[in-house]
């Protein structure tokens, strides 16, 4: 790799040792003030690094310089395998000098008796120097780099300062609980990225490449559109297709978070990420490997932690700030009593001084802020949620208002013909014909379900091949319906807007369905009735939208005003609007929005949409969903969250996560700011000592990360489940 080359692209690497939350921060901001680096994502939950820079050797050494034990290794698409420093070797490193710390407090009052405390100074120096070592060697190197306010410089201040004070026990305390506190964070963080780790798992390794008779196996990413892969029972399938032979069920809770098996056939669509079980599978691939289902999740999981919460980037810069600010009031108590209280020591208040410094790291923040956030992403993910960020999580916490697209969101979006009404003498037969001729190069819902009926009601020499017409002209009118020249002769279908603005006189016709009219040459042919059934999850959802505290949902729709109320009163949703253009949804939108802004903009305003019409108006929204499998290209692209099934009951599933996470970091930040300035004020006044100090500072840091691991944990306790 020519690491000098300039470069556009945005490279991923693994940071191998981060163990330090407050390292990852640092590397981020050293990074950011290159200018050779256009981007850059430090992610300390999963170790890893994106980048975009003209001099990746640059920025590798500064990453070196700031943090000489992290190995910068670079993504090649494969999985990468750490190693957990949670074996037995590791138990034994802490566990030897835990025993020996006992035995030493044991013994302290015989060691402290010998000749100038030797015998204390000899059994508790050597195990201070082992327990602390690598907090030791990374201040010295820190102080060297100019990096003065860190975790590791603390702790070698409080603790030296012990020793000279003749807190030898102390000293080796604070260093070995520190370690013992390291493991545990170790176990947790190894823990969430286990839970990360098997989401990323999905990824396809190989594909089974059919040539004539052979299987050859390939990397996914060397199969191309229209080549036939085999997929037997137990894999996972490495591309999206089509099924041309076999069926099977198949296991779709990686993607949907679904748990029930699905069954499969010859014609129907499969996704890549999906898992065969019972049947062989013959699919002929649809899309390359960077476009495909799989591929889409992992780069929305991956790049999520770019996008982050103001609580996160608050935390961040607090730890800034708040790190120099306790070691300034540290020197000041260590300096300013002693030479204005009249018989105050020194050693006393800088015990005091030293007791403040330990429990001044910010590590229960900087390392449970974050790692809440990514457990609700990851949480998320496993019911088929996919967030793209930890600020939508704040987001969607907040929503007060809920505006849904109808067509399949609300309802199936399959829609199919159920009434077909002739007018001024013309058949049946004629009416299902020129409309399915002037459809027939849609690829809208409404013109495959006329095309359908065609297919299936056309009999005999009567019968069109519609890829035989000649289109000379066809002209889709957003909003409105098709207008088409197709041999001769002019085809229009479409709502009732679209033969008003053709001046085609045609009856006013009410119905709660949806209508397409049609008219050959000018003269009125009749309608066409098509119907589209409300999904028997869309009411549940509104209801448990309701009762999560969302106060207005809107319906907004291009279908006609009777049918939209229809399907409104079915749902019970507040409000809607009926007859819209695309570009009628977003003002809706805007008008929405501005509505909330004026009653004090306290909660968001989220929409849910499936399809490319929507793009812009998920876009627009404080949050926008995207509905369905992977949804239009467009509306994934421009959503901020993507639901990986067409369930509304995911959308109320998404709010309860949000507020979860959300309550759990408010919890980790008042009760570590809390103990903290607690015991920062007992240190003070020389009510808290080492021991307490150890506990404001490991002991708060473990506690928030394993509240925040709870969001990991949670499989749908009752009391996260909306009622």
């Known amino acids: ?75 090649n698409g494969k999985n990468e395998e750490e190693e957990e420093r949670t074996g037995f070797a590791e138990i034994l490193k802490i566990g030897i000098p835990l025993i020996l710390f006992f035995v030493g407090i044991i013994l302290n009052r015989r060691l402290h008796e010998t000749p100038y405390s030797i015998g204390e100074y000899l059994f508790f120096i050597p195990l201070y120097l082992y327990t602390g070592r690598r907090v030791l060697i990374s201040a010295i190197r820190n102080i060297i780099r100019g990096n003065i306010f860190g975790e590791s410089f603390l ?76 997929v037997k029972p137990g894999e996972r399938v490495p591309l999206d297709g089509r099924i041309v032979k076999g069926s099977s069920l198949v296991d779709t809770s990686a993607l949907t978070g679904e748990s029930v098996p699905r069954s499969m056939r010859e014609g129907d669509t499969i996704l890549s990420g999906m898992i065969s079980q019972s049947g062989i599978l013959t699919i002929e691939v649809e899309k390359p490997f960077n476009e495909s289902s799989v591929y889409r999740i992992l780069e929305l999981v991956e790049n999520a932690v770019q996008k982050k919460a103001k609580t996160e980037k608050f935390i961040t810069n607090f730890s800034h700030y708040y790190t120099p600010a306790v070691v300034g009031l540290a020197l000041l108590i260590a300096v300013v009593p002693p030479l204005l209280i009249p018989g105050a020591l020194f050693s006393q208040w800088i015990y005091r001084a ?29 019911r088929g949620i996919l967030i793209k960020g930890s600020n939508y999580l704040d987001t969607i916490a907040r929503v007060k208002t809920m505006v849904f697209d109808k067509t399949g969101t609300l309802t199936q979006g399959s829609f199919e013909v159920t009434e077909i009404v002739p007018r001024n003498h013309f058949s049946e037969e004629e009416l299902l014909k020129f409309a399915a001729m002037a459809e027939n190069l849609s690829d809208h819902p409404i013109a495959k379900a006329i095309i359908a009926e065609y297919e299936r009601k056309a009999q005999g020499a009567a019968k069109i091949n519609m890829d035989d017409i000649t289109v000379e002209k066809q002209e889709e009118i957003a909003g409105h319906g098709i207008k088409a020249s197709i041999e001769g002769r002019e085809i ?21 369905k949806t209508v397409v009219y049609v008219a050959v040459d000018r003269e009125y042919y009749g309608y066409i009735v098509i119907s589209d059934r ?126 979860r996470t959300k309550r759990i970091v408010w919890q980790n930040i008042v009760f570590a700011l809390g103990v903290k300035f607690t015991f920062i004020a007992f240190g003070a006044f020389g009510l808290a000592g080492m021991w307490e100090a150890v506990f404001a500072d490991v002991g708060v840091a473990l506690l928030a990360i394993f509240n925040a691991l709870r969001i990991l944990g949670n499989r749908g306790k009752r009391e996260n489940r909306p009622r």
Not at 189 to 200: E, G, H, T
Not at 374 to 381: E, L, M, N, W
Not at 492 to 512: F, Y
């Open 1 to 75: 790799m020519n690491t000098k080359t300039k470069t556009n692209e945005t490279k991923k690497f693994r940071l191998k040792n981060l163990d330090c939350a407050d390292c990852a921060v640092k590397i981020e901001d050293s990074l950011k003030k290159l200018d050779t680096v256009s981007f850059v994502s430090v992610n300390f939950a999963t170790e890893s690094l994106e980048i975009e820079s003209d001099n990746l050797e640059e920025a590798i050494e500064r990453i070196k310089k700031i943090e000489p034990e992290v190995e910068v290794i670079e993504m």
């Open 155 to 230: 702790m070698m201040i409080a603790t030296v300062g012990a020793i000279f004070i003749h807190a030898l026990p102390e000293a080796v305390g604070v260093m070995l609980f520190f370690t013992v506190g390291e493991f545990f964070e170790d176990l947790a963080l190894n823990r969430s990225r286990r839970s990360i780790k098997a989401l990323l798992a999905i990824k396809p390794s190989q594909a089974n490449l059919l040539e004539g008779n052979s299987l050859k196996t390939v990397p996914p990413e060397t199969v191309k559109p229209g080549q036939l892969i085999l």
């Open 354 to 382: 030293l007791v403040l410094l330990v429990i001044s790291c910010p590590c229960a923040l900087v390392i449970s802020i974050p790692l809440g956030y990514f457990g609700g992403i990851g949480a998320a993910s496993r």
């Open 492 to 512: 229009v279908a479409g709502n009732d807007k679209l033969l008003h603005r053709e001046k085609i006189a045609h009856e006013d016709c009410e119905l709660d």
């Open 534 to 659: 409300v999904k028997p999850e869309s009411a549940k959802a509104i209801s448990m939208l309701k009762s999560l505290g969302v106060t207005e949902t809107v319906m907004l729709t291009g279908d006609n005003e009777r049918s939209a109320r229809v399907v409104a009163e079915e749902l019970g949703v507040d409000r809607y609007y009926s007859g819209l253009l695309p570009e009628d949804k977003i003002n809706i939108l805007e008008r929405i929005i501005s509505e909330n802004s004026k009653k004090g903009g306290q909660g968001s305003v989220a929409f849910v949409g499936d399809g490319i019409n929507d793009a812009p108006v998920l876009a627009r929204a404080d949050v926008g969903i995207a509905m369905g499998e992977l949804g239009s290209d467009a509306a994934v692209e421009s959503a901020d969250i993507v639901l990986m099934t067409d369930n509304p009951v995911k959308i109320p599933e998404v709010i309860v996560t949000g507020r």
